[in-house]
């Protein structure tokens, strides 16, 4: 018989979550399934380069000790893993976790590895234009690192159904994690569009984790959260129909309402009414939030109508270097000192001929992070730090402007201090669509210890 | 003064060079009197010149809120920017230190404690 609800829980909305709220959740709320969701845009990209330096690396760099910490109570509590922690190498992941599984006292623990997102190859013989810069990827040649589809629910369904208590994927769509077990569990056709639009909800609510019981919300003395330092991960208690209840741990800090609820369900959409996913194009446009009491609210409302036939790819590429430095001025006349500074360096990176494909200065304290008018003119502050960015072509030019930077210690303004620089690669991401049926996802069980 | 942090929440999202802006309103009865004054027009000249593209409005009334989309606002995107927080994450704060006329303020429900 079909249990009236299913609870899934939020374990992890990027790769740096906390561990320690994890383990509270699993450990107080038990969830069914808990998903932990921790690849952001450019993350393969990175990850492939760790692969191709390394066989048995390129999956996410807390997995071992995250998994090592959740394993134990999800056995205990009977909880399902699901994760995209497997990056560019979910199989070597899988064998991780079996390990871990076996230390945690379950060496035939069902571990499941799903592959087929790597799309490198089509998206070269394709070569289909970019949605959000300039040109197709055969411009980009030899900087392309890597192509990665995001996957639908499909083949983690089919992981689940055939007894995975552990799922390991690379690339898949954030909602899709959630999504997948909703269906497994309550058997909802694939083209029950109105229930997969109201799962793609759920899973976009719960994504970020705690983003949506309190994180990224305090604004103290206007918009106050209870025990910050032990926010609680979030969880749903879903109905066979798709409408759920949002709750969070017992004795855990942050806040679940009408305003955490709203702000999130907003965050990263870019249409209401079309959040274009693998599996459905969901509308939120009539989502109803009823707070129950505290800490616990009722959605309502998502709906769902067919997903279109293509599938969004992430295309990593090499983008020359970028250098980062600044130096700080306190007092009065900061601000003018700080400006001085970042002419002074502007004009040698001029005269030095040093080339720059592109370059940012801020005075943080005034202007870094304000935009339009919210920007006051140059302000009375007295603690500011001058800050330079530039993408250059290679290493020697980077190392050339931070050195620069430094040399502000003794060629600059009066009382400057704190100089520091760094230089790292440049790796960016573009997308592009492909044809849905060029994509095939794979699912392996990781042999028993 | 009185700023749009009296009257609404937001929280800032990013894909790519889109960034996003949810407004919400701390008290849902403001909702006629936010819709009828924050426009995309006004977003638009407020965050000028930072964001390059136009902006897009989407109308919320059965959550009390208004979804900003602003095309071009991330400096060529997360991966790309070479701004101090490439994600934009704080692009809200810089909305809500919009000024809030006289005549919204003194109509608005919602009281800042």
């Known amino acids: ?449 | 003064m009185a700023s749009l942090r009296d009257l609404a929440t937001a929280r800032s999202g990013d894909k790519g060079d889109t960034a996003t802006l949810g407004v919400v309103c701390r008290d849902p009865a403001d909702w006629p009197l936010l819709a009828g004054w924050l426009t995309a027009e006004r977003v638009a000249a407020f965050l000028a010149p930072a964001v390059r593209g136009p902006v897009r409005r989407y109308e919320l009334p059965a959550l009390a809120a208004l979804l900003f989309v602003l095309e071009g606002a991330l400096d060529g995107g997360v991966t790309r920017s070479l701004a101090l927080d490439p994600h934009g994450k704080s692009l809200a704060f810089s909305l809500l230190a919009m000024p809030l006329p006289e005549e919204i303020l003194t109509r608005a429900r919602c009281r800042r404690p």
Not at chain 1, 47 to 60: H, I, K, S, W
Not at chain 1, 197 to 226: M, N, S, W
Not at chain 1, 347 to 354: F, G, K, T
Request: charged share 25%; net charge negative.
């Open chain 1, 1 to 449: 018989m079909v249990a009236a609800t299913f609870r899934i829980g939020c374990g992890a909305g990027f790769s740096a979550d906390r561990i320690d709220a994890a383990v509270t959740l699993i450990e107080r709320a038990r969830p069914q399934a808990v998903v932990f969701e921790c690849l952001a845009e450019r993350t393969v990209a990175k990850a492939v380069q760790a692969r191709l330096a390394d066989p048995e690396a390129g999956f996410d760099p807390w997995f071992e000790e995250r998994m090592r910490a959740v394993l134990p109570p999800a056995l205990a509590a009977r909880s399902t893993l699901i994760t995209n922690m497997g990056a560019a190498n979910p199989a070597a992941a899988g064998r991780l976790a079996r390990r871990l599984a076996a230390e945690a006292g379950a060496p035939d623990l069902p571990i499941a590895v799903v592959e087929g997102d790597e799309v490198t190859e089509i998206v070269r013989r394709l070569d289909p234009p970019f949605l959000d810069r300039l040109g197709r990827p055969s411009v980009l040649g030899e900087a392309i690192v890597s192509a990665h589809a995001y996957l639908g629910a499909a083949p983690i369904v089919d992981a689940l159904r055939r007894g995975a208590r552990v799922v390991i994927t690379g690339r898949v769509a954030d909602p899709a994690l959630f999504l997948a077990p909703l269906i497994a569990h309550f058997d909802w056709a694939a083209d029950d569009w109105e229930r997969v639009g109201r799962g793609i909800l759920i899973g976009h609510l719960l994504e970020c984790a705690g983003q949506l019981t309190g994180g990224y919300f305090a604004d103290p003395g206007v918009k106050d959260v209870a025990d910050l330092a032990v926010l609680g991960l979030p969880f749903a208690d879903v109905e066979p129909d798709g409408n759920a209840t949002l709750g969070k741990p017992e004795g855990t800090g942050g806040r679940l309402d009408r305003l955490t609820c709203t702000e999130q369900l907003l965050y990263e959409l870019h249409d209401p009414g079309a959040y274009q996913q693998p599996d459905a194009t969901a509308d939120f446009r009539s989502v109803r939030f009823t707070e129950l009491g505290p800490d616990r609210v009722r959605v309502e409302g998502g709906r769902g109508r067919p997903p279109p036939a293509t599938l969004k790819v992430v295309v990593g590429y090499r983008d020359g270097a970028v250098v980062e430095g600044g130096i700080s001025y306190a007092g009065e006349g900061a601000v003018a000192r700080a400006r001085l500074a970042l002419a002074i360096l502007r004009e040698r990176i001029d005269r030095r001929a040093i080339p720059v494909l592109d370059l940012r200065t801020d005075v943080i304290g005034v202007d870094s992070l304000l935009r339009g008018a919210a920007v006051a003119p140059d302000p009375d502050v007295r603690d500011v730090r001058a800050r330079l960015a530039a993408r250059v072509a290679d290493r020697a030019s980077a190392r050339a402007i931070g050195h620069e930077i430094e040399a502000l210690w003794l060629n600059g303004p009066a009382g400057g201090g704190g100089a520091s620089w760094s230089a790292r690669e440049g790796l960016a991401v573009a997308s592009v669509l492909i044809p849905r049926d060029l994509v095939r996802p794979t699912v392996s069980f990781v042999p028993p210890a």
